[in-house]
Every structure is written in C-alpha cells, then in structure tokens.
C-alpha cells in the first residue's frame, strides 16, 4: 500500500506544507511548541481520518450529526488509513474509574471468581456446601434417622413488616403452621406482626418421623420446602430444638448463611450486588471532623462550641439539642470538655430515641417527639446557602474522608470478599501492584484444583496478557484499584498505548502525543519497544515528542520550525534520524551536541536556611525525613511510582496550605514540617487545564482581559454610545453574539464520537455582535485583539504599559505564539503550566515564596527548556526557594539541589535514596538517575 502522503495543509499556522510519512514505520514529529507538530497531527491527519470514517454512514446516520464535520484545510491526504489518537486530555475523572476497570483486566478477574471461586461463610470460615435434592434427602435420613422432625422453609429472614398479606396467602394455600422468631405458632385469619421489630418468618412444610419408610413423602415436602423458600429449607428435631440447613444454593451448613449464586457483577463495586453497603464501591466515606466541628471545647454548645451552628440561634436544630441536654439531665450553658461522652457522640451522630420537645407557641401545650439523626444531617442546611453546591462546599470543612470501615477500602461487600482462589480474594489481588500481581499468577493453575484449573485456564490467558503490556510501557508500579483519576496524563496515555496493543489490530494508523511524559529515562526503552511492537503488528505510528531517544529510534523524523507560532508552520526537516543529525535545523543541533543546556559552574547555597518535612508516610512513603534548602532550584527526581508526588503533592504542598491559608485539604500522613514560618507564600504551578470550558484563555485567567475591555471602555466611541465593561465581555449578555451566546461555535454532539465544534453562523467565530464590534482601538475590534499571538499583542500594545507588562511575561516563557483568547481546551499541559507561570511571575513575590512545579518540561522542546531554566533561575535569585518534580535530565543537571526517592517504583520506593548536589547524584551507586545524569555531565 502507499504511504501517507499530506499535500498542502494550511491549518492554524501550517504554511502550505506538504509532507510524507512512510508506512508502517514509527515516526516521530518534533519542533518548537507552537511549530504545527499537533496542527499537523491532530488537527489535520487525525481530523480527516475522523471525517472520512463519518462519511462511510448512511445519510439517515449523518443527519443525526447535525450535517458531519468540517474538512480541515488541506488540498490532499492519500493512503490513509483507519486513524486512533492517543491523547493526555482523556483521563476519566470518575472515582469509580480504575485502572483495572479501564484495561479490563478487572472484568476478567470477576469472571474468573464467578466461575472458579471458593465460596467460606463470613460467619464461620468453614467452606459452602451446595447440594443436590436428592443428597439433602440422603443427608436428611442419615442424620434424623428414627427421629420426629419439622420441615420448614424460610420466607422472611430478618426484615421488618407487619407480614399481614404474607400469612393470608401461606392460610389460602393450605399450611397451617409458621414458625416466627423461633416460635411456632397457628396460621389465623387477619394474623400480623409489630411492623417496626425485624422478623424471621418459616412456613412448615410437613410434620414426620424420618425413616425409609416415609421416604416418599419425605422427598416430597423436601421438594415442596425448596420451592417456598427459593432454594433453601430447615430441619427442626422437635426433642432437642436442633436446626439444620439444606440448600440447592452455596450455603453455611452450621449458620444456614447462604450466598446467591456467583455471577460477575457480584463482584463488581459500580453493581449494587457487589459494591460494599456503607460507602456504595468508593472505598472511602465522609464522616465529620470532631476537631473542625468542635474548635474549642472551653465554651458550650449555648456559647458556639460547636462551629457550624455558632452562638445560640433561634433554629430547629439547638431546639433538639434542648431537649437532648433535657434528657441526659445536662447543661447546654455548661463547657463541652465537661460533658458525658455518650453525648457529644449523641450530638454529632444522632440517637434512634425521639426527644421529647416543649413546643407550646407552634403545636399549643405538651411535648411531642422527633427523631434526632445528627448534624451530620443537618450541616448543609445551616450554611444559610440557597443553593445546595455552596452548601455542600461549605459543610464539606467539617467532613473528612477516611477508609470505610465496613469493606477496608476494598470497595466490595462482604460475600463478594469471601470467594477465593488460592488463598486471596478479589480485593486483595486489585491492591497488589501489577509485578506482584504478575508474580502470583505464575504457576496458579498448579495450586488449582482439576475442575478450577479447566475453567480458570482461558482467563487467566487473557489477563497475564494484559498484564504483560501494561509492565512492558512501565506501568508494573500500579495496582489494578488505583484511581483513575490520580493517574498523569502520560499514565493514563500508556494504559491506553497497552490496550491498543492488546487489541491486535493492523492496518491502523495511531497517534501518540507525548507517551514519555512521567516516564524516568530508564524506563524509556521500554515504551519505544513497546511503539515498536505496535508498529511491527502492520501499523503505522506517528508520534508528538521531544525526546531524544525516541527520535534517535525512530524510522522517520519530521521537523516542524523553524521558530512557533507565525514563525513556524513548516516543515525544516523530514527524513531518518541519521539524515537528521547533519541538519542544520535547532532540533538536530540539540540531538547532534551542537547546541546544549549548559551545566551550571556553580551550585547555588541558597539562605542557609532550611524547611524540613518529618516522617512522611503517605502511599508508599517510609517515614522518610527531607530536607529542602531555601533559596535553591529543588528538584526531585526518581523512577515513576516511587512517590515523589505524594512527598511533594500531596504532603508539603497541602500541609503549607492549610498553615498559610487555611485550606481544607488534608496532608498525607507526617509527623510535621519544621521552617514553615521561613517562607511567608506557596504556590503550586501544575499542569491542570487554565479553565474546564472553551470560555476560558489565556487573557482572562491572567486578567488581561479585564485591562484590555477597560482599554476599549474608554475609547470616545464608546463613551458616546454608554458602553460599560460588560458591553466587551463574552460571558454576559448585551455585547457577546446571541446566536453561540459568546462562544463562536456551535457545538454538534456527535454521541459515541468527540463533540465537534463549528463556527457560529452568524459572528463567524467572533464571539460579538456587530454594534461591539463597531468600537476600535488602532483600527482593531476587541475580536481582532483576541485573535492576536502574544508576539503580534506586544507590538499592538507597546505603548499601553500595562498591558505590556503582563503580555512581556508570557512571551518570556516561551508563550508568544498563542493567541490571546485561545480555548483553554486546546491548549496542552505545558502550555496551561507555563500561563499559570506568567500569571505568578507578573504578581509581586516576596522573595520568601516556594513555587512547586510539576514536570514542567512537559510539551517542551529543547530551546524552550533553556528558556524555562533561565526563568525559574531568575526567581531563585530573588531569595525564591522552587522544587521542581522532574525526569528530564536538563533541568535535572541544572538544579542547586537533588533530592531522589526511590529505588524503584510502588513497594520498592518510598525511601529517600539521595539528597545533595547533581554531581553527588552521579557518583551514587543505588540511584537508577546515576548513570544517565553521569552521562550528562560528562558530556559538557
């Protein structure tokens, strides 16, 4: 077949170029951010595959797309194929989502349980027992040989009820007898019970001395037992009371527990059959914060002890709590540290008693009663909002989340947790990490037994297979209950790298953008085998990176430059790496060693002060103690999984929060953190998108856009036509197009594909209408400065200071060739980590701030890493302290201080494997960063 041919593509900044891919190879597009690399393999290749596929539909099916999608601006496309991208903007935020559940593997594992669990009795341990009728009847007279008996079946086990209706279906049926709460009574007419208690109903099927004689009948009421109790019947001894249970299902034969039979949404948390009770298959539970609910138990409940409810309020709530205190014969003036335990835990969690309330100006005179179920309930009510997300925001301060109780975190109920195979049930196996998980599977059908082994060997085919690609992209550190939504953009893409792999398919044409962010460089040869295995299928990889390696491996290479924005949109280079490390273009002079990022000459010491976390343990974490030197680059470095995100992330970053501005999310677990009061600011520059809609841009989330409206409010234009400020605003009515209401789209919902975007009909994408758009500043509409690169917005504004000021900011990060009032949506992880940079670096600092960055190389070519060093070396020389999370082994060489955890990944990391200067690093014999840092160092 042809290889892929794209002759003269021209969107977004694309210059009319034509280009080649060969087929069936791994190629590679690089280049400056904002050169074209996605506009050429996102927003043209993928795209017109997308469309070609969507034209193959019936136009019955294509009208329900609201007229298909739009060509992109191309003049030819040939040999292209089926077209699958693998993008970072994909991640399933659902809590319910796991990396077990998204691979399938975890389906497997619920059928294989299903299937070849071992059922034991959660109230005895002992293994279920299912039997045939014709065994129960041989079990019946072994056992009750010669011995007066009743046959019983249950219909009610432990439910409340009157049962009213039940006894007059059981009289009309002809039974005479029931047994309820262990008694045995006469079926009457009208007969009910107290609807309020739980009860236990069985109906007597047959009254009989056991013996082979009688076996006839036996079988029989055996039969007609099994029936009225689905499966399950009772033997009583009328001598001695001694009970038996018989089932055709699994059952406890010493507690008559019986199980339902096995199928695999039984063993699924997001099924209401399987999933734990108390916490619905999460895992965690919300239950209120006794320190946040009670800040100071010197005063009383009367004088605001209790925070949500504050001083002594005519409501509802303190008037239950009277008649609490009344009760317990307490003083609701009195402090709280004096009161009796039973009720403070009354007061925060309810009693099953009604109070007795003295309500005479509502209800006349006496008392009435009302049930009382704790503040818990009662919390988003006294927020005072109207609406119920700022009052569960605002209830969510006294709450915190813990482990549920009933399952342990393992998100499945009790029965589900009791089928085993091989000593484990299903939960332990999905909080095993995949190495551990891939260790155990070895040799399992050894540790069978026969009938298992038949049954089980299929499945077991299926998910070692699966397993073996996720280990094969270096994701052996993850277990199959990790979060979904926890995972990085790069985890998240290479579990979907595995499952395409898994697929087997050939003759497809994939799009990878990225595959190695998060990855440590040990890990990287292993994704490139794995690119390569794809590709050796019979598919066609095309890949949007910067890294080396992957470039130095692939089949093609193709160069997008020569600089971003309108400056690039070409392609500078297409050929094989060996033809590319000749070229004279800024990507090959990095690849040659033509051009480096110099190795500082001298490591910074910073202040000579020092902020250091204590007995960190959160994840994997082992207790470990760090030290952090203010007034240094930081950065933190180790294999993926060892944990340097919960160090960083989700323990100094929450925990200097709630010091500093007194945040609601909780730390991980540590002992604490000393020199907090050393730094006076913290702010967390992560790769989270600037905004959740397409709204959202780089103008306002740095509040450009406000100086820029305000700019044109003040024209005598508008002043003459009594324009204010939201005359210019896309967000509110009155200047904003009312056709896409300020959007310049339409969007079409194309239902089991992408939602695509169309240019509104009438603004034509300009998001005004005409009267707004009427009022210029130098001859431009607001439109038309939303419409500018950052580069074009300096030169428009260079006398506009500022403006300027803030505009100079992005462009020194490397953000020139953005447009003002692009999507947030469209925008990459490094590009919205880099806006929030600008954004920080236009306030004011302290020079007593700690920054904390994410890998943020991320979607960074060479050129603009040197760029990124020289910034966050700029605020370090202000007396700033940064601490970088990083794996690229530029900023890693260039930073003042190391700090590696590790040494592997999962329950192999977690310690602190070095801490010091990048040249001690190098020499340090457990660091898996070592030997390639070395390599680094040596080479400059």
Request: overall charge neutral; charged content about 25%.
């Amino acid at each position: 077949m042809q290889d892929i041919e794209i002759r003269g593509a021209r969107v977004h900044n694309l210059k009319n170029i034509d280009a080649h891919i060969p087929r069936y190879s791994l190629s590679v597009l690089t280049g400056l951010s904002g050169s074209g690399k996605s506009s050429l393999a996102f927003d043209t290749i993928f795209a017109e595959g997308q469309r070609r596929y969507i034209d193959t539909f019936s136009a019955y099916a294509r009208g329900f797309l609201g007229g298909g999608m739009e060509r992109p601006d191309v003049d030819d496309i040939q040999g292209l194929g089926p077209v699958i991208s693998i993008d970072q903007k994909t991640t399933n935020r659902n809590p319910r989502s796991t990396v077990g559940t998204v691979t399938e593997i975890y389906d497997f594992f619920r059928l294989l349980y299903a299937r070849a669990g071992e059922a034991v009795s959660y109230l005895s341990g002992k293994p279920m027992v299912r039997y045939t009728e014709a065994q129960i009847l041989d079990l019946i007279i072994a056992r009750y040989q010669g011995r007066r008996v009743l046959l019983l079946a249950p219909v009610v086990k432990q439910r409340k009820g009157h049962y009213k209706e039940l006894f007059e279906h059981l009289r009309k049926k002809g039974y005479l007898s029931v047994r309820v709460d262990g008694e045995l009574r006469e079926i009457t007419y009208g007969m009910k019970l107290d609807r309020y208690k739980l009860h236990s109903v069985e109906v007597q099927t047959d009254k009989l001395v056991v013996d082979e004689e009688h076996r006839s009948r036996l079988a029989s009421s055996v039969n007609l037992a099994m029936r009225e109790g689905d499966g399950v019947m009772m033997v009583m001894d009328i001598g001695t009371g001694e009970m038996s249970y018989y089932s055709r299902k699994l059952m406890c034969p010493d507690t008559g527990l019986a199980y339902s039979e096995p199928a695999p949404h039984n063993f699924s948390f997001n099924s209401p059959n399987g999933y734990c009770p108390h916490c619905r298959g999460l895992g965690e539970v919300k239950i209120l914060d006794r320190e946040a609910m009670i800040p100071d138990p010197s005063l009383s409940v009367y004088k605001g002890g209790i925070a949500p409810l504050g001083k002594h309020r005519g409501i509802l709530v303190f008037r239950l709590l009277e008649g609490l205190f009344a009760r317990h014969e307490a003083d609701i003036k009195a402090p709280i540290r004096d009161l009796p335990e039973g009720l403070i835990e009354e007061i925060l969690y309810g009693t099953t008693d009604g109070i007795a309330i003295d309500h005479k100006e509502f209800y006349g005179t006496g008392t009435f009663s009302v049930n009382y179920n704790g503040l818990a309930e009662y919390l988003p009510e006294l927020s005072g909002e109207e609406f119920d997300y700022n009052a569960n925001k605002w209830a969510m301060q006294f709450m915190k989340t813990e482990v549920c109780p009933e399952c342990e975190g393992l998100r499945l109920n009790k029965e589900a947790l009791h089928y085993y195979i091989d000593g484990k049930n299903i939960g332990e196996l999905g909080g095993l990490e995949l190495t551990t998980l891939s260790t155990w599977l070895e040799g399992i059908e050894q540790r069978l037994s026969g009938a298992q082994r038949t049954i089980a060997t299929e499945v077991l085919k299926e998910i070692r297979k699966r397993i073996s690609f996720l280990l094969d992209v270096g994701l052996g550190y993850l277990s199959m209950n990790r979060s979904a939504a926890t995972l990085s953009g790069g985890e998240s893409q290479r579990i979907r790298l595995a499952t395409q792999i898994g697929t087997q398919l050939v003759e497809v044409l994939y799009i990878l953008d990225e595959p190695s962010i998060g990855l440590h460089q040990r890990d990287n040869m292993r994704l490139i085998d794995s690119l390569k295995q794809l590709r050796d299928l019979g598919n066609t990889v095309i890949v949007v990176e910067h890294d080396k390696d992957m470039m130095l491996q692939a089949d093609h290479v193709i160069d997008m430059g020569p600089k971003a924005g309108r400056l690039g949109g070409e392609v500078v280079f297409q050929g094989t790496p060996k033809a590319m490390m000749t070229a004279r273009t800024i990507t090959a002079q990095y690849i040659s060693g033509d051009m480096s990022i110099e190795v500082p000459t001298v490591r910074r010491q910073g202040s000579g002060e020092v902020l250091r976390i204590r007995g960190a343990r959160g994840n994997n974490l082992r207790g470990i103690d760090v030290e952090l030197p203010l007034g240094t680059l930081i950065c933190v470095t180790g294999v993926s999984g060892s944990g340097k995100s919960t160090l960083i992330n989700q323990t100094l970053y929450p925990a200097l929060s709630q010091r500093l501005y007194r945040s609601m999310e909780e730390p991980m677990p540590h002992d604490g953190i000393d020199g907090i009061e050393l730094i006076d600011k913290v702010v967390s520059v992560d790769q989270a998108p600037i905004g959740r809609t397409p709204r959202s841009n780089p103008a306002t989330y740095t509040g450009l856009f406000t100086d820029i409206r305000n700019l044109f409010v003040n024209l005598p234009e508008s002043k003459m036509r009594g324009y204010k400020p939201g005359r210019f605003s896309f967000n509110v009515s009155g200047g904003r197009c009312d056709t896409c209401r300020g959007n310049g789209y339409k969007s079409i919902e194309m239902n089991f594909l992408p939602d695509v975007l169309v240019p509104c009909e009438v603004c034509h994408g300009k998001r005004y209408n005409r009267e707004t758009l009427e009022v210029r500043f130098k001859g431009k509409s607001i439109a038309d400065v939303l419409d500018m690169t950052i580069n074009m917005a300096v030169e428009f504004f260079e006398h506009v200071p500022h403006i300027l000021k803030k505009l100079l900011v992005l462009q020194e990060v490397g953000l020139g060739y953005i447009k003002l009032g692009q999507s947030s949506t469209t925008l990459s992880g490094g590009e919205s980590q880099r806006i929030k940079l600008a954004a920080e670096l236009s306030k004011r600092d302290t020079g007593r701030t700690m920054y904390i960055l994410d890998e943020p190389t991320t979607g960074l070519h060479f050129e603009d890493i040197r760029v990124l060093i020289g910034i966050l070396n700029r605020l370090v020389e202000r007396g700033n302290t940064i601490v970088v999370i990083e794996h690229n082994l530029d900023v890693v060489k260039c930073a003042d201080y190391l700090i590696e955890i590790g040494p592997e990944g999962g329950r192999e990391g977690g310690q602190l494997v070095y801490s010091g200067t990048p040249e001690g690093l190098a020499e340090c014999k457990h660091s898996q960063t070592a030997p390639f840092l070395k390599a680094e160092l040596s080479a400059k």
